[in-house]
């Protein structure tokens, strides 16, 4: 009651911020899809918008992912070929024994791709600029991951750590 209505829209995150407060790049992450997961980083250089995504394999393609996925929502009316569960378990084993970043080894693809301020989009073939933003992907990922380390090995180191420290926190006076 009162308040202004905010515009249906988001305004774009690079185009309408000022220069100097506009992000550097932009990176997003896609894990536990079917079979892989997918990175992008999005930069804008003097009007231009440059998209680097890259998409790595962690297990094969599941046949019957996409039917699964939707048998989990109610009254969807679709019916899996595969209990999902054992479908997503998995699939979530597989994730578990493979670096996200890298996925398995030879199985990533990455594509460059150019914005333009109409929206328009098309890859690009610049091997020189792909290669930097994927550096810069890398470098952005692992400063807040730390390693590109399997999550069950992660989630097992943490677990033997989490142990030790409350088997020592137990024994001390």
């Given at each position: 009651?009162?308040?202004?209505?905010?515009?249906?829209?988001?305004?774009a995150?690079?185009?309408?911020?000022?220069?100097?407060?506009?992000?550097?790049?932009?990176?997003?992450?896609?894990?536990?899809?079917?079979?892989?997961?997918?990175?992008?980083?999005?930069?804008?250089?003097g009007?231009?918008?440059?998209?680097?995504?890259?998409?790595?394999?962690f297990?094969?393609?599941?046949?019957?992912?996409?039917?699964?996925?939707?048998?989990?929502?109610?009254?969807?009316?679709?019916?899996?070929?595969?209990?999902?569960?054992?479908?997503?378990?998995?699939?979530?084993?597989?994730?578990?024994r493979?670096?996200?970043?890298?996925?398995?080894?030879?199985?990533?693809?990455?594509?460059?791709?150019?914005?333009?301020?109409?929206?328009?989009?098309?890859?690009?073939?610049?091997?020189?600029?792909a290669?930097?933003?994927?550096?810069?992907l890398?470098?952005?990922?692992?400063?807040?991951?730390?390693?590109?380390?399997?999550?069950?090995?992660?989630?097992?180191?943490?677990?033997?750590e989490?142990a030790?420290?409350?088997?020592?926190?137990?024994?001390?006076?």
């Open positions: 009651a009162g308040a202004a209505v905010p515009p249906a829209a988001a305004p995150l690079l185009a309408s911020t000022p220069a100097a407060a506009a992000p550097e790049a932009i990176l997003s992450e896609l894990y536990l899809g079917n079979g892989g997961n997918a990175f992008s980083l999005v930069e804008s250089d009007g231009v918008t440059w998209q680097l995504v890259r998409r790595v394999r297990a094969e393609r599941e046949p019957g992912y996409h039917a699964a996925r939707l048998a989990t929502y109610r009254d969807r009316g679709v019916r899996a070929t595969e209990d999902p569960a054992v479908l997503f378990g998995r699939l979530t084993a597989a994730f578990d493979v670096p996200p970043l890298s996925g398995l080894p030879g199985r990533s693809e990455q594509v460059l791709l150019r914005w333009s301020a109409g929206g328009d989009v098309e890859p690009v073939a610049d091997p020189r600029r290669a930097a933003m994927a550096e810069r890398e470098r952005r990922w692992l400063a807040f991951t730390g390693c590109d380390a399997a999550p069950g090995a992660e989630s097992e180191r943490r677990t033997r989490g030790v420290l409350a088997a020592a926190a137990a024994a001390a006076p």
